[in-house]
């Protein structure tokens, strides 16, 4: 219940983050919403020996458009992706995913940027993000750099975020025409976190075929993954319920699934299945304007 | 009497503290000086202490005092086990362990700090080596040969074998038609209370005054213990229960950590306090239920049964707590159910494992009969290809054969089950929704509608059939202001005794439940107490605090009727008067209550004052009933299983409060739902307790439950004079079978005839994908 | 190494020196003696820490002091007076009117936690149904109500406060 003592800094600006986190390396902790570090530190799984709390930084948190996309700021807390009028409009699978995270007061305090970084692998943004092709901005002394959303989960609570780095911004696609997008998830019934969470974006071409199909998939392994099979049984395919089934039986394709007290490895890749025929249905129904 | 208030739905008096936040838990209490200590636990379910290294935490910043058992050697006694069977091995626990370890959490060193934070700083600082020992934690593997053994100076892991018997069993099983058999597993449970336990303690050497505030339901049992534990007359220690935030039968027991700190204070002379984390609380407060159950029934062909063997292995953990090997035989108890079975036979192994005691969790003992009996009549009626309802309904002892004396040895007080059981077949709509279930079918849902008639022993008492005092006790007292003092030896935690009592209170003496004061859970203010378990504080608690106000009625009634001059049995108590029903004469009931102080003009030979103590044990158990019936979804794809309808129809006999009834029932149905779907304790094969911690041990969450339909038959019980029978548990003995029964109805497609608790989706899963391929 | 803080606790603003590491939830219990905020896990999992952190309901065992520093934090001590109508002269909130008319508490150690947030999802949602209110109270647990009062508790509040505002 009672976190190891730590030295606490509080940063002002992004800058003086950015010089104290090249200062202590490894043994800081960067501190924002809180919900995925002080669990840890309270358990004593996590003891860092410095905690920067970016939670004063100014202008960290907002959701807006920008050249086309729409910018967050890492401080954006699940509750503010959950009600965000922007999002709704132009990107609601964000606000979909943001609602299944946790419960009221979780989504009050936790913020994009910390699940994110913390890359749990039951953790629910990650489907989305990679169903997104979003762009995560990393910012470090060094200046800034844009990580693509398939590239920056690397395993199991590990991205591709450097020491003396933090990531600083998400950039998401609007929604383009006839594109429909679903965030479906079987809960892990104590804790809430994802066992199977699937997001899935779909767009329709002119004739009704689907031009092109994203598909993210998180909980199964040890790190969140675009369904590349999936993805290819249905570009270019008129959907029917049938393809659609049928595409989804690869959602687990390459993956070697997690096994636990929860859900064993067979029972984790039948579900990645159904849960991305899931989505995939609501996605394709939403795409043809029909409401899911 | 008047009955203005008992049977009302009246609001609770404890409330406006409790939604304010100014009611006082264990944790809220700061006293000057307070130290804090924390315990420092095994990681090993079994290893034997090599030595223990202290120096680094006793230099650390605030620490005072670090401990181990081999420091404590003779100083505190073992953890005491109130329950004794023939033959039962004795497994004394030391409050700290000092050569050997038997459980994960098993503490063997404490520390006390001027901080609570440094105190939990510290524990990480003690350094203890540990030579692992092979952990035994599957039960039969525990009964096998060879297998290591837990209690050196014993031969094998066998607690104690209790058998009960009665009927022509050989008879009834050569008789029968058919034999239907069953292995049911009743699940290890975590009771989680919502306040983890917590302990303070404070010493006035002047005085020679220890005061323990525990969280618990028996504060003079505690009180009792403590003086044993610690060596002190029982003069000197002083037990409260502040506000207690839940116990389901977790907080009916005496821990290590009640001692060590009530030791500590002493030790110290200083205030001493130490709060369990939820982690603690999972690992090191009593589990629940743990038996694996093999059951045979032999019926006719046309449902009636004969008689039913039961051979039980449970699993009780590395120790006794206060009554772990009793609550098995609770079960044999119970094994008949509501239903006339002329033979049976219970064959009960307590065993030893490397894992936390289990004791009374909220049935204790009940819910696994229950389970039984109510599984193996689903699976008679499917073996038979009956209706569940026929085949109960063929087997109920009638109305008129009550009291009903069972071969197991207890005699059901008053019942009427034909009654509930219409009434909530009626309630279900059950016919419509066996019309319903078919048409799903066809569509490739599946619902399933399970049944469960239950009946429970509650109102703990009679004193023989208990392992020690089957009674309460209450004193009442009117003060000179007329206000009453309701001083009860049971300890409520969120039952709501406090306005229940004053109800009673206000209808015997004429007076407002505002007018009545109920005080509990302080070992320096009531008379000694049993305490709140075993569904009896109201119907045990309730008749002692009715007993002792009719006293005190019958005295005010001889100094009102010396004042009027009319005959005290004319009197009557209404509306804070005393009034003759002769001639309509009346006095304030004040007046008779300062005369009884002032005590110038008593009837000659009635001694001054009005208090009164009654010490009540019943003749005989209580037995509530009911039938629950209910309805579940199952996710074709997934698995997952959804509760979607709930009716209930309980008996509790009269009802003092209804609202308080309902509330009861409302979370005994709920905490069904969690052994039935949900909740498992579960030790993986080193004996580690996986599921440690809220994040994987699934309690119920309001979206997972559906509204509850809950209705009442009134069935008052003889043994008690306001026809009590008790209704904390029943909810959680009736509904864990119905559940069960839902679902295994669910998958009848699939071939499914049984799968254990708690239907994980996983598991329902693969038995639907074996039932379709077998197509 | 002490932080100084400064939290607007009910009203009433605390200038404080505190470990960076202590959790609000023992700022608000041992520091400040709010005894109403309970403890019942470590996990951010059963809710009986809520409070409301500038208006929202969070875990207060999941929020350092140093995090609530220039913050306004409502404990259930401090819920009646913000009551539409109460100001200083007491009385209950209706959502604490609710729980004790409909009877959704026993043992009372879930109760602040399940009123704050019940509090919050009033303002976000003023005539809540049977599903919306259980979804609302996920992350708060009862061991002992089976959680149909506390349904009804809110109803009754939503009722109430619907009518205040007519």
């Known amino acids: 219940m009672i976190p190891a003592a730590f030295e606490y800094h509080v940063p002002k600006t992004l800058e003086e983050t950015l010089r104290l986190l090249e200062r202590h390396g490894d043994e800081a902790k960067v501190l924002a919403g809180g919900h995925s570090l002080l669990p840890l530190m309270k358990l004593r799984l996590a003891a860092p020996r410095y905690v920067i709390d970016i939670g004063r930084l100014r202008g960290m948190s907002y959701i807006r458009e920008e050249n086309g996309q729409i910018a967050i700021g890492a401080l954006t807390t699940h509750a503010d992706l959950e009600s965000s009028a922007l999002l709704l409009m132009r990107c609601p699978l964000l606000p979909e995913t943001a609602a299944e995270i946790g419960d009221v007061q979780v989504r009050n305090r936790g913020t994009l940027g910390g699940s994110l970084a913390h890359a749990d692998p039951a953790g629910d943004y990650p489907a989305s993000i990679l169903a997104l092709d979003a762009e995560i901005i990393a910012a470090s002394t060094a200046g800034t750099r844009t990580i693509c959303a398939r590239d920056f989960f690397v395993d199991m609570l590990t991205t591709q975020l450097r020491p003396g780095e933090i990531l600083s911004q998400v950039r998401v696609p609007p929604l383009a025409p006839r594109t429909g997008a679903a965030y479906c998830k079987l809960h892990q019934p104590a804790s809430g976190f994802a066992i199977v969470g699937v997001a899935a974006r779909l767009t329709l071409g002119k004739g009704g075929k689907i031009d092109s199909a994203a598909v993210g998939i998180t909980g199964v392994g040890p790190k969140a993954y675009r369904a590349a099979a999936v993805e290819k049984a249905l570009r270019g395919k008129k959907p029917s319920p049938k393809l659609l089934a049928d595409a989804a039986r690869h959602a687990a394709q390459g993956v070697e699934p997690l096994s636990d007290l929860h859900a064993s490895a067979e029972y984790r890749r039948e579900m990645a299945a159904v849960f991305t025929r899931r989505a995939l249905e609501r996605a394709i129904a939403r795409a043809q304007g029909k409401k899911a | ?775 | 190494m002490a932080v100084e803080i400064q939290v607007r606790v009910n009203g009433k603003t605390h200038d404080s020196r505190v470990e960076p590491r202590l959790l609000l939830v023992h700022y608000l219990r041992d520091v400040l003696g709010l005894t109403g905020t309970h403890i019942g896990c470590e996990t951010s999992l059963c809710g009986a820490c809520t409070v409301l952190l500038d208006g929202k309901a969070v875990k207060s065992c999941t929020v350092l002091a140093v995090q609530a520093d220039g913050s306004e934090v409502t404990t259930i001590e401090g819920l009646a007076a913000q009551a539409p109508g109460n100001g200083a002269k007491g009385g209950l909130h209706p959502v604490q009117e609710g729980f004790w008319e409909k009877h959704g508490l026993q043992c009372g150690y879930c109760t602040p936690g399940m009123i704050l947030t019940s509090v919050q999802l009033l303002e976000d949602n003023p005539d809540p149904s049977e599903a919306e209110i259980r979804r609302a109270l996920a992350g708060n647990l009862c061991r002992c109500t089976g959680y149909q009062h506390i349904i009804e508790a809110v109803r009754y509040a939503a009722k109430k406060m619907s009518k205040g505002k007519r």
């Open chain 2, 1 to 775: 009497m008047a009955m203005r208030y008992i049977g009302k739905p009246l609001k609770r008096k404890e409330d406006p503290r409790l939604i304010q936040g100014l009611g006082h838990y264990v944790d809220d209490l700061q006293l000057a000086g307070m130290h804090y200590t924390g315990f420092v636990r095994s990681p090993h379910a079994h290893a034997r202490i090599r030595s223990i290294d202290t120096s680094k935490a006793r230099t650390a910043a605030g620490v005072v005092l670090v401990l181990t058992g081999a420091d404590l050697q003779g100083a505190i006694g073992p953890v005491p086990c109130a329950a004794q069977l023939p033959d039962m091995k004795l497994a004394l626990r030391p409050v700290l362990a000092h050569d050997r370890v038997r459980f994960v959490g098993e503490p063997v060193a404490l520390v006390v700090a001027t901080e609570r934070y440094a105190a939990r700083d510290a524990t990480d600082l003690v350094e203890v080596d540990y030579e692992p020992l092979t952990p035994v934690v599957n039960p039969e593997k525990a009964l096998e040969k060879g297998c290591t053994v837990l209690h050196e100076q014993y031969s094998d892991n066998i607690a104690y074998r209790w058998e009960l018997e009665g009927g022509d069993l050989a008879k009834a099983f050569k008789a029968a038609d058919k034999v239907i058999r069953q292995r049911l597993v009743n699940q290890r449970l975590i009771p989680v209370a919502m306040e983890p336990r917590g302990v303070v303690a404070d010493y006035k050497p002047g005085e020679k005054q220890l005061t323990v505030w525990s969280s618990t339901q028996i504060p003079h049992l505690l009180r009792t213990q403590l003086a044993v534990m610690l060596g002190v007359p029982e003069s000197s220690v002083h037990v409260i229960t502040p506000e207690v935030g839940g116990g389901f039968g977790s907080k009916l027991n005496v821990y290590p950590e009640e001692a060590l700190v009530g030791y500590l204070a002493m030790r110290l002379g200083q205030p001493v306090k130490w709060i369990e984390s939820r982690r603690e609380n999972f690992l090191c407060t009593i589990h629940g239920r743990d038996q694996i159950d093999d059951v045979e029934v032999a019926v006719k062909r046309d449902g009636t049964v004969l008689g039913l063997r039961c051979k039980v292995i449970a699993d009780l953990g590395a120790y006794y707590q206060l009554l772990t090997p009793l609550i098995p035989t609770l079960t044999g108890l119970m094994i008949c159910g509501c239903y006339k079975i002329p033979a049976v036979r219970m064959e009960i192994t307590g065993v030893f494992t490397n894992k936390m005691a289990t004791d009374a969790y909220r049935g204790a003992g009940r819910p696994e009969a229950t389970y039984i009996i109510e599984r193996m009549m689903d699976l008679v009626a499917a073996e038979l290809k009956k209706d569940p309802a026929e085949v109960r309904r063929k087997n109920f002892p009638q109305p008129k054969d009550f009291p009903y004396a069972t071969p197991t040895g207890v005699t059901y007080d008053s019942a009427n089950y034909q009654k509930s059981l219409e009434l909530a077949l009626r309630n279900s709509n059950y016919k419509r929704l066996r019309q319903e279930q078919a048409k799903l079918r066809r569509q490739g849902r599946y619902i399933g509608i399970g049944l469960s008639t239950y009946v429970e022993i509650c109102a703990m008492g009679p004193s023989s059939a208990m392992p020690a005092g089957g009674w309460e006790s209450a004193t009442v007292r009117v003060e000179p202001t007329g206000k009453v003092n309701i001083l009860t030896g049971s300890s409520p935690h969120g039952q709501g005794q406090e306005t229940s009592f004053a109800q009673i209170g206000a209808d015997v003496l004429g007076l407002e439940p505002d007018d009545i004061n109920v005080v509990h859970g302080d070992t320096a203010r009531v008379p000694y107490g049993i305490g709140t378990f075993g569904s009896r504080a109201t119907a045990v608690g309730g008749t002692a605090v009715y007993k002792s106000l009719v006293k005190l009625r019958d005295k005010l009634a001889q100094i009102a009727g010396h004042l009027m001059g009319e005959a005290p049995q004319k009197l009557v108590f209404r509306q804070k008067r005393i009034i003759s029903k002769a001639t309509k004469k009346s006095i304030a009931f004040g007046e008779a209550v300062g005369a009884a102080y002032v005590a110038k003009t008593l009837p000659p030979g009635l001694e001054p004052g009005l208090d009164a103590t009654t010490f009540f044990e019943p003749s005989n158990f209580t037995f509530p009933f009911g039938v629950h019936v209910c309805v579940v979804e199952v996710d074709a794809d997934t698995g997952d299983v959804k509760l979607q309808k709930y009716v209930a129809v309980d008996d509790c006999g009269n009802v003092l409060n209804p609202l308080l009834v309902d509330g009861q029932v409302h979370g005994g149905i709920v905490q069904a739902v969690g052994q039935a779907l949900l909740e498992e304790a579960v030790y993986d094969e080193h004996g580690q307790l996986i599921t440690g911690e809220l994040m994987d041990y699934a309690i119920p969450r309001a979206a997972d439950i559906p509204w509850l339909e809950t209705s009442r038959t009134v069935t008052p019980s003889p043994v008690n004079p306001l026809g009590l029978k008790g209704v904390g548990e029943a909810g959680t003995i009736g509904a864990t079978p119905a559940l069960l029964n839902a679902v295994v109805d669910a998958l009848a497609p699939f071939g499914v005839r049984h799968l254990d608790m708690p239907v994980k989706r996983e598991r329902v899963w693969q038995l639907m994908r074996k039932g379709r391929r077998a197509k």
